[in-house]
Structure formats: C-alpha cells, structure tokens
C-alpha cells in the first residue's frame, strides 16, 4: 500500500507551504460553470424519456449536455481516483417516481449546481482529465473516447498518494501526523453534530413556519375582518373608517400569513441546503481519515517489520515519506474545507439574514399602513 | 310594571334626538377618574389585611381610598337603580387566593380602572348621586351616610323607565319598538360571537407567543452559537470574523426569543383586556332587551286587555307611552354603546398595531445589526 511507482510529471498534485500551512496549488484563474435549462430528451424513439442539463464552464462558455446518469458516472471516477485523498460528496439522492415534476427538477438542477461548483472549486478535481472531459468534450466521439480512457484508468484508489508531491518540504513526524489527524477527526465530527443540529431546528422552524403559524395568522385577519362585518351590520351612521380598517388590518394579517408560509424558500431554504452539502461532506471525512490512521500504524510498526525482515530499512524510509506526503494531503484537504465553509457559512449567513431583515421590514411596513389607516386620536 | 309616579324634575334623565337618533343627554365636561396606588391596609388590630386603591376623580382633583368590597357594592347599587335601562358590566372576578400578590394586584388595579372608566363615560350613571358619592364623598361620616341613603333608596328595577324623558319626542310604534328591539338584539349576539372568536384566537396565539415560537427562536439561536464554537475550535487562522458575527447572529435570536415572548404583554393584552370587557357588556344586553320584549308584549295585547276590563283606555295609553319611553332609552343606551365601541376598537387596535410595528422593526433593526457583522463580499 505504502510503495507505489513514482508518477510522471504531469500528472503531480503539488502541495505548498501556505500561511495557513500545507495548501494545495490552486489554478490562477477559477474554474466555475452553470447548469441550467433542463430539458427533456427521448431515446429509443421516444420510448425512454429523460432530463438533460446544460452545462457551461466559464473555460469554453460552451454548453454541454449532461444527463444525471452522466453526473452519476463523473462521482464514481471522481471517487475512484481521488476518493482516498479529498472527499467527493454525493450527489443528489436519485429518484424514481416524480421525476419530470418541475419542482422536483428544478431543486436536482439546484443541486447539482452546488455540487458541480464544489467539484470546480477543488484544485485537484478541477484539473483532472476527466472533469475537463465532463465539462468541455468536443463531441459525441471526443466524449465516447474520454469515457472510455477514463474507465480504464489505474491511477485510483490509494494510487493518489504517489502523484500527491510536497515539494521541498520536510517529511513530517508520525506523532505529529497522528495528531493533526485526530484534531481534524474531532473537528468534522463537532461540525457534523453542529450541522445536523442546526438542520433538526431548520427541519421544525420549517414545519411551523408553513404550517400552525400562517394558519393562526390566518384566523387572527379572519376574526378582525369578522368583527368588521359585524360592526358593520350595526345600522349606526358614521363608522365606516373603522370598519373599512379593520378589514384593511384583518387582510394585512391574512397577507402576514402568505409572507410567513412562503418566507423559508426565501431564506431557511439556502441555510438547509448548504447544511445538507455539509453534512454530506463531512459524511466522506471518517473514510478519508481513516486511510491516513491505518497509514500511520503501518508507519509506527516500521521498527518492528525491519527487525523480523518483514520490510527492508529503505521500505520503512519510503513508507515514512508516503505517510508524510498524506499528511501533507489531509492538511491540505483540510485547509481546503476550512477556507471553503468560512466562504459558504459567510456567504448563506448573510443571504439567510438579508433576507429575514426584508421579512421583518416588510411585515413592519404592511402593519404601519394598516395603522395608519385608522382615526388618529 | 308599565304604571308608575312621575319623576321629581331633578332626578330626570333626558333623551334628545341627536344625529344618529335617541341620545342622552351628555354632560359638558366628561367625568373620569384615575385608580392608583394599591396599598396594604389592616383592621381589627392587623387580624384582617385588605388592599385599598386611590380614586382620583377629574371634577375633585381630591383622592378617596375604596377597597374591592366598595367597588362591589358600587356594582350592586348600580344594577339596582339603572340595569333594566343601562347594561352594568361585572366587575373584575373575585379572588381569594393570592390577592395580595403584586401581578395580582396590577391586573386588577388596571381592570377596576376600565370599569370606572366605562362608567364615569355613561351620563346616566356618571351624574348619579350613589356614583358621585363613591368618587367625592368628603369623610368618613359622609360616606356612611351616603350609603345607607342609597341602600335604602326604592327608585330601583324598573322604576327607572318612569325617571326618562323623552322630551318633546313623539310616541313610538310598538312594531318600531320591536324591530329596533329585534335588530339591537341580533347585533349584539352576532357581535357576542365576533368577540368571542377573537378572544379564543387570541389565547391560542398568546400562548403559540409565549411557549413554542420563542423556544424555537432559542434552538436556532443556540445552534448558531454552537456552530460558532465549533468552527472556533478549526485551529484554522483568521476565522474570528465569521465565528464573533455567528455568536451575534444567535444571540440576535436569543433575544428574538424573549421579544416574542414579551410582545403579548404590550398589544396582545390590550387588545384581549377590551374584547373581554365588551364581552361582559355583551352579556348584559340579553337581560335589558328582554325586559323591553315583555313590555311591548304587553303593549300588544292592550286592547284585549281594555276589551276584557283588566285594565283602563287610559291605562292602554300610559303603557304604549312607557313602552316608546323604553325604547328611547333603548336607542339611546344602543347609541352609547356603538359611540363607544367605535372609540374604544378604534383605538385599541391603533396602539395594537402600533406595538406590533415596533416590535417587527426592532427584529429587523437587530438582524440588520447581525448581518453586518458578516464579511461583505
């Protein structure tokens, strides 16, 4: 495991010692790309039906046509090759039943877009034949031939290691790689529970938000607009004003009710779906781990293999090296995922906040015209 | 019961015909009184404790001490001389227990306050001598007397009828009686229900308001925090902006959660304290409407009366007066009662909005202060 052929140049992962510490080499200009306009496709003359999403990278601005079944297929090479290395998320659950529905289109789209940009923001899938294959292939041959190169592939599993290449930098310590490791086991699971607690909240602010608290906002304008027909079956003169408020009041609460119902699409919606990417990335990291301790076992055993002639003292120089440069690579890995969910809890924190601060300000404004509505005193 | 002496001119209580039909007549200057300073009193050597509250009449200036027991027998003095005509709320319930608690003791206070507001408001009470007595009596002698005067006085029940004056208005039909009657009754039940409805709508949301919506605020306040400290413990560098602004946003939601369950107490509460209050004035009409249905009952069958030697023509002709004197009072106590429900839903519902306002821009102003604190991108 520990002894694999050195790669050839082009292939290097290089990683470098940034302020943070061990940090990929990150490609000068970002790689991003938009999936958009789903459209339903046939084959077999029209006896299978299919959705099929246009891919745009901003490296060619060129669409390409992907169906899920091709982003299933780009996950499983991802995570061939570089699954022991960096943590390839899954992508969105796949569906049988309600699968041309458009709400439910449109929220895979949602989602593959999130996935697709994580994919793209990570250094080492960015510059992957295959991803570039994925995303910019010529044509229907360019894209046959890749696949099939890409199937063939041997370069996977913990193949990674021996393409991963720290250069310059010192092999680090077997202690200290255990305990950058078990800090970083311990982080990803804090941020797991930290996550799926949040998602809980989310999941019942949710529920609430759409279901008994419209509904006694519902009750509260129907109860004011109640009274205002009442009153107005008075027969006393000269107490229109109030009742044409009330009603006013009353449909502001009903309005209250629509906002309330709709507002977590407009906000809880993206805090959940980043959560839910979250959650399903720090779902990969226990495996990822997991790789570097048995790594380091073996490392630790080295005196003792030499000894009993199990491995000879240059194989336990070589193993030493591996388990550092993996080290090298979770460090990375790791300062990878920190910058990246400072950048994505910063970014949904504030959409999510922006978005309540319009609610609220909203709710404020209807409430003040509805006052106002009524006889100053 | 439709025969009685004529009034004295002093004690007459005029009705007019004013805009909106029968009124009565309203004196210059309205009455009114502040019920203040709750204090701890003690009889028969400390044995008995009792809370005494000031009354601070508009016309004196000068504050008497009365305990509940005074107010309740104000009550009954009152139901006695004027609640065939005039629908004289309950007062606040009763308590044994825990009356000398503070809570207690303000919830009252406030609803011995709405009670004598109401009724210095009405011109027939308001200028009563037993009322006027209780707000000014100058000493403890006077006040003796004075109630010992106004318990032995027989100007009660219906009597009252033969004290209105409906002067220089013509006889009123009996079928006009009682489709006023009629139409008087239906609203006042259909108001019942209206009033009811928003009351039980507004319990639920009081306590939607003070236990599950703010326990939910809390959850999510709490998991942001909890976030927060977890991405605290990344031993990734320069992540402070994004924790300290994550602790923020989930303290904004702590307090969120106590605004929510503090806001009842500032709108809610009025709101549900007036509707409970013409609740109890409802409940009244019932009572007064009936004793007017029997008297025009009898007015209809006048002339099988006369026909049959039971009572006199002109027997006949001082019933059908007192009937439409009946109903000019009817009219007249209609004409208060939506004169003073017009003010007081008018303003009850202002300064709930007006509360409701305030509350929903403060959350606005603290979750606009919360998003700051993100890193702007």
Redesign the interface.
Known sequence: LLSKPAPKGKDRLLIYMG??GPIWSYPEAALDCVVADPKKGTKMYGLKSYIEYQVSPNTTNRPVNHRYKHFDWLYERLLDKFGSAVPIPSLPDKQVTGRFEEEFIKMRMERLQGWMTRMCRHPVIATSEVFQLFLSYKDEKDWKMGKRKAEKDEAVGAMIFSTIDPEGLPDLDPIDVEHKCE?FS??TR??D???K??LT??Q??WK?CTG??PK?YQ??GK??Q??SS??N???????AT?TD??TQ?GKTYEDIALMVAEQPKKDLHYLMETNNEYKGLLGCFPDTIGVHKSAIEKVKEGDKLVATSKITPGDKITMAKRASTMSYALQAE??HF??N??YD???V??LY??E??KF??T??EK??H??SQ????
């Open positions: 302020e943070v800090q311990r982080f804090a941020m529970d930290g996550v607690d949040l909240v989310g019942e602010h609430r008994p608290l006694e009750r509260i109860a004011f109640n009274l009442v009153f079956s008075s027969g006393y003169e000269g107490e109030l408020a009330l009041a790791m300062n920190h910058s969910r400072i809890y910063n970014r924190m504030r906040l922006e309540q601060v609220y300000e709710i404020a409430l003040k509805a006052h009524f006889t100053a005193m």
